[in-house]
């Protein structure tokens, strides 16, 4: 069982910065990778960035490629999301999610590939 808990959201003008935590425990991120999805309400969770835990694979949304910048601290058991120049539109709920199925070398981009999730934290991008 993996526990994720995602920290780091707030209230930010457009154009700021932010850089969201996703801790876990329970078990290490030995075979999984890692996601981040957003969620507005009455919206399907989109897929913004994911990592794969071993070899360091990363894959963007086009929508945020160039702005959304994930990483990973393997001695911390923990996920990064550094998100620049936000616009409103980027407001949502952020939640990491670990895709636990061995055997694949891309990183999954629905959000049924994801078999943990954590509580999400929330973004908001004023005008």
């Known amino acids: 069982q993996v526990q994720l808990v995602e920290s780091g959201g707030g209230l930010v003008q457009a154009g700021g910065s932010l850089k969201l935590s996703c801790a876990a425990s329970?078990?290490?991120?030995?075979?999984?990778?890692v996601g981040w999805f957003r969620q507005v309400p009455e919206q399907e969770r989109e897929f913004v960035a994911g990592?794969?835990?071993?070899?360091?694979?990363?894959y963007y949304a086009d929508s945020v490629k160039g702005r959304f910048t994930i990483s990973r601290d393997k001695a911390k058991d923990t996920v990064y999301l550094q998100i620049s120049s936000l616009k409103p539109e980027d407001t949502a709920v952020y939640y990491c999610?670990?895709?636990?199925?061995?055997?694949?070398?891309?990183?999954?981009?629905?959000?049924?590939?994801?078999?943990?999730w954590g509580q999400g934290t929330q973004v908001t991008v004023s005008s």
């Open positions: 990592i794969r835990w071993s070899t360091g694979i990363i």
């Open positions: 329970g078990r290490a991120f030995s075979y999984s990778a």
């Open positions: 999610a670990a895709d636990s199925t061995a055997g694949f070398t891309a990183v999954r981009t629905t959000s049924r590939s994801y078999d943990y």
